[in-house]
């Protein structure tokens, strides 16, 4: 299994609303990521856990809220958000050794975001 | 944050072979990677180079100069499926941070 699957595909909420991204991989990496990506332009990363922790945040605001249940699943919450927020956002995984990424990402085919 | 650059569109014929660019800042830089992402789509990986030189993998290749910060991904045999955006990436550091460029779109043409 090389997948990385990623639900829902499609999502549109409000700005009051609460709602969240999901992912999952049962290739036994260890690092996942959350990238955003906006039409025409490259995914930019946000999060990035290694072993389960959170090694990296981009200084993405507080209403993106990320949470590694455990080594297989990674969630996005999302609250607040604005319509710019609208957007893919595309989960990864990748194998890691001491926390240094050691080979490719494996995507996920993403979850395109509308806030209305 | 680290510079990355490629050109950002380029048009090639069909079974030609093209060419497409990719500097980086070398300071804290382990690797680089290629994606292809067509439209849509997720980005899907073409190759990784680590060592100065050149990767064959099929109609691709990927090339790579530490010492210029350089590297260049080669297309042979073009198909009119390979019309997509191809991303460089590098990474930097030592904790799994994978910076893109801003991808190059490819427009392979009869």
């Known amino acids: 299994d090389t997948e990385v699957t990623q639900t829902p595909k499609h999502l549109v909420m409000g700005m009051t609303n609460k709602k969240s991204l999901k992912c999952e991989q049962h290739?036994?990496?260890?690092?996942m990521y959350w990238y955003k990506q906006k039409a025409k332009k490259p995914p930019e990363l946000m999060f990035v856990y290694s072993y389960e922790k959170l090694s990296i945040n981009e200084s993405v605001p507080s209403r993106f809220s990320p949470e590694c249940p455990n080594s297989s699943l990674l969630n996005l919450h999302l609250h607040a958000l604005q319509p710019e927020d609208s957007a893919l956002y595309l989960c990864?995984?990748?194998?890691?050794?001491?926390?240094?990424?050691?080979?490719?990402?494996?995507f996920g085919e993403g979850s395109r975001l509308t806030v209305l | 944050g680290q510079n990355i650059d490629q050109p950002t569109e380029m048009t090639a014929t069909e079974g030609a072979i093209v060419q497409i660019n990719c500097t980086y800042q070398t300071s804290g830089f382990n690797g680089l990677f290629w994606y292809q992402q067509h439209a849509g789509e997720a980005p899907t990986f073409l190759s990784y180079?680590?060592?100065?030189g050149l990767e064959e993998k099929g109609r691709f290749s990927s090339f790579l100069s530490r010492s210029k910060g350089y590297s260049y991904l080669l297309l042979k045999e073009l198909q009119m499926k390979d019309s997509a955006s191809y991303l460089c990436a590098g990474e930097f550091g030592g904790g799994n941070k994978l910076t893109f460029g801003t991808g190059t779109q490819l427009k392979v043409e009869l």
């Open positions: 990864a995984s990748s194998q890691t050794a001491s926390g240094v990424n050691t080979g490719e990402l494996f």
């Open positions: 180079n680590v060592l100065d």
């Open positions: 290739m036994g990496h260890r690092a």
